[in-house]
């Protein structure tokens, strides 16, 4: 069955930066647009970005574009979301997907951005 994997998550300064991975299984993984969601403290599910099978194009909401890079290896069957300049409205935990699959969601890891 499908499984997915998030890990990488913490507390963070405002302007620091965290990796996210996602371990993918169960489907396959290099022909799947994947996608990264988050959920803020008493708010709904936001999309952040997209990427497609072979690693282009990637798509951003407007929140993190510029500041959020999201890549895939195949060979891992590993999702990353590289976060920079982070803000406290980032704050959120945060899950990978199969591209329109919230089905498939993992169980998410804790990003925490506060001073």
Known sequence: QVQLVES???LVQPGGSLRLS???SGFTF???GMSWVRQAPGKGVEWVGSILPGGAPTYYAGSVKGRFTIS????KTTLYLEMNNLKPED?????????RDEASRGQGTQVTVSS
């Open 91 to 99: 704050t959120a935990v945060y899950y990978c997907q199969r591209r």
């Open 72 to 75: 895939r290896d195949d060979a």
């Open 30 to 32: 290099s022909i799947s």
């Open 22 to 24: 996602c371990v993918a």
């Open 8 to 10: 990488g998550g913490g």
